[in-house]
């Protein structure tokens, strides 16, 4: 009696493990990571960096009538 007991949960351990080891795992890094921000006489600049392309971006945002907003990329890092 205690063998198949041991043998049925082992059975069910071996499969609970498939199950949990073929699930997906998401990636659920953010796209892009706030390095820094910074602002000085209505303007307003905030750095970010993107670890996929390795690529850094800074946008800018002036103060006025017109608020603009303008993100280029600064840098390709190696």
Same mark, same amino acid.
């Given at each position: 009696? /205690?063998?198949? !007991? +041991? ?6 351990? *071996?499969? #609970?493990? =498939? #199950? !949990?080891?073929?699930?997906?795992? $998401? @990636?659920?890094? $953010?796209?892009? +990571?706030?390095?820094? %921000? &910074? &602002? &000085? /006489?209505?303007? &307003?600049?905030?750095? =970010? #960096?993107?670890?996929? @392309?390795? %690529?850094? #971006? ?8 017109? @608020? *603009?907003? @303008?993100?280029?990329?600064? !840098?390709?890092? $190696?």
């Amino acid at each position: 009696m /205690n063998k198949i !007991a +041991a043998m049925l949960l082992m059975v069910a351990c *071996t499969v #609970y493990g =498939f #199950y !949990a080891f073929a699930q997906g795992r $998401p @990636d659920a890094r $953010p796209a892009v +990571a706030a390095i820094g %921000t &910074s &602002s &000085s /006489n209505g303007v &307003s600049f905030a750095w =970010f #960096y993107e670890a996929a @392309d390795r %690529t850094v #971006y800074v946008c800018r945002v002036g103060q006025g009538a017109a @608020d *603009t907003l @303008d993100c280029k990329a600064k !840098a390709t890092l $190696p």
